[in-house]
């Protein structure tokens, strides 16, 4: 919906027709019946890229196999595990 007002009413309703101008609207101000400015919002900044996850965040300085396999202690519970498991054929 476009919305026309002449200077003087729109300097006493200036604050409804900028955010009517930022809900999308198109406010256009006008003199003698003439248009002359169009209100618009302004383009919001777009916000930073931010890094995810280790690699951006630390490179090179991680090993590339650090999540690959199992750790140590992981694996010697898994032989525990698997020394005592109870055949459920049996």
Do not use: C, H
């Not at 309703?13 to 101000?29: D, F, P, T, Y």
């Not at 995810?52 to 650090?66: N, V």
């Not at 999540?67 to 005592?84: I, N, Y």
């Amino acid at each position: 919906m476009t919305i026309q007002m002449n200077i003087a009413a729109a300097k006493a309703r200036l604050s409804e027709l900028v955010a009517r101008a930022e809900a999308g609207e198109e406010v256009v101000i006008a003199r003698g019946g003439k248009p002359i400015v169009t209100l618009t919002p302004a383009a919001r900044p777009r916000p930073a890229k931010r890094p995810l996850g280790l690699w951006d965040r630390f490179g090179d300085g991680l090993a590339e196999d650090m999540f690959l396999g199992p750790d140590a202690e992981t694996v010697a519970a898994m032989e525990v595990w698997e020394a005592s498991a109870i055949d459920p054929a049996s």
